[in-house]
C-alpha cells in the first residue's frame, strides 16, 4: 500500500521499472528489468497474493473505502473466475456472498472491512489463479487477488499380492509380489523405487535375495496407481523358518 495524492483520479496508474540482480557486481551478474504498475484504487487486499498447497481456511483481508453516495459494492465472482466446482468461499464482517455475487455493505462514504475465506478441494493441480473483478457500477473499486496452488507431493505403496502379511517362500523358486503405486498429489510426479531389508532378531543385512524391479523409476499422474510386478527369490543358504522383512520405499523426486 502506497500514499497517494487526494488529488488522483481512481483508476489512473503509474508504472516503474525494477531491475533485480543475482550475483557480485561486475562479476557473473545477471540482471533482469519488470515493469511495475500501480492503480488507485478504493479497494485494498491483504495479502494481495497467497503461495499455498491445497488447504482450507485461506484468508484474504479486504478493506474498501465506499463511495460518497453508495452504501453498497458488488463484484461477480462467476465472471472473475472464482467459481469453481470443489472450492468454497466464504465471507466475514462487512462482506456477503448471495450466489455468485460478493457485496460490501456499510455506511455512506464509510470505510468498511471483512474478510474472504476460501476452502479448495482436496487435489487441485497446481497452477496460479488471478480473480479480478469490476465493481457493477463504480469504478476505482476493483476486487483483485490471487492464488499460487503449490504441488503437494504425497504417495502411498502397498504389497497387494500375496496379501498375507507374512508369506512363506521357498529357496531358488522365483516368486511374484505385486507392488501399487499411487500418487495422491495434486500434480504428476516421478517416483523412485527401491527396496531394503529391516533389520530384526534373525537378519540385520540382505542374506542375498534376488529382486528384480521393471523400472527404478516411475512416472504417475496426479491421483493415478500403477501396480507393478517384482520378482523375488530367496538364495539356497537362507536359513529355513526364521522371519525376513522386505520393505519397499516410493520416493518422490519433487
Known amino acids: 500500500r502506497l500514499p497517494v495524492d487526494v488529488s488522483t483520479v481512481l483508476g489512473n496508474s503509474v508504472t516503474t521499472p525494477l531491475t533485480l540482480c543475482i550475483g557480485t557486481e561486475n562479476v557473473d551478474q545477471e540482471c533482469s528489468t519488470i515493469q511495475l504498475t500501480f492503480v ?20 484474504w483481508n479486504v478493506e474498501v473505502q465506499l463511495p460518497a453516495s453508495v ?13 469453481m466446482s470443489g ?6 464482517g462487512a462482506l456477503s456472498i448471495d450466489g455468485t455475487t460478493l457485496r460490501a455493505n456499510g455506511n455512506v462514504g464509510g470505510r468498511i472491512t471483512g474478510t474472504l475465506e476460501l476452502d479448495m478441494p482436496y487435489a487441485p493441480p497446481p497452477m496460479l489463479h488471478q480473480w479480478i473483478s469490476e465493481e457493477a457500477n463504480e469504478s476505482g473499486h476493483t476486487l483483485a487477488l490471487s492464488l499460487q496452488v503449490l504441488q503437494k ?28 503405486l499411487e500418487n495422491t498429489g495434486n500434480g504428476p510426479d516421478v517416483y523412485d523405487i527401491s ?13 542375498g535375495l534376488t529382486v528384480s524391479i521393471p523400472s527404478s523409476q516411475y512416472a ?3 491421483g ?4 507393478i510386478p517384482i520378482a523375488v527369490t530367496l538364495p ?5 523358518a526364521e522371519g525376513l522383512i522386505l520393505a519397499f520405499e516410493m520416493r518422490s523426486q519433487g
Open 40 to 59: 488507485a484504487n478504493n479497494v485494498q487486499i491483504l495479502p494481495p497474493h497467497i503461495r499455498s498447497v491445497p488447504a482450507d481456511d485461506l484468508v
Open 71 to 83: 452504501g453498497e459494492l458488488e463484484w461477480d465472482m462467476a465472471s472473475a473466475g472464482m467459481i
Open 87 to 92: 472450492w468454497t468461499w466464504s465471507s466475514t
Open 153 to 180: 507431493y504425497r504417495a502411498v505403496a502397498e504389497i497387494t499380492f500375496p496379501t498375507s502379511e507374512a508369506h512363506r517362500m521357498d529357496v531358488n523358486v522365483q516368486e511374484t509380489m505385486i507392488l501399487r
Open 195 to 207: 527396496w531394503h531389508i529391516v533389520e530384526n532378531e534373525n537378519f540385520s543385512s540382505d542374506p
Open 220 to 222: 504417475i499422474g496426479a
Open 224 to 227: 493415478e496407481l500403477r501396480s
Open 236 to 240: 539356497e543358504d537362507m536359513p529355513a
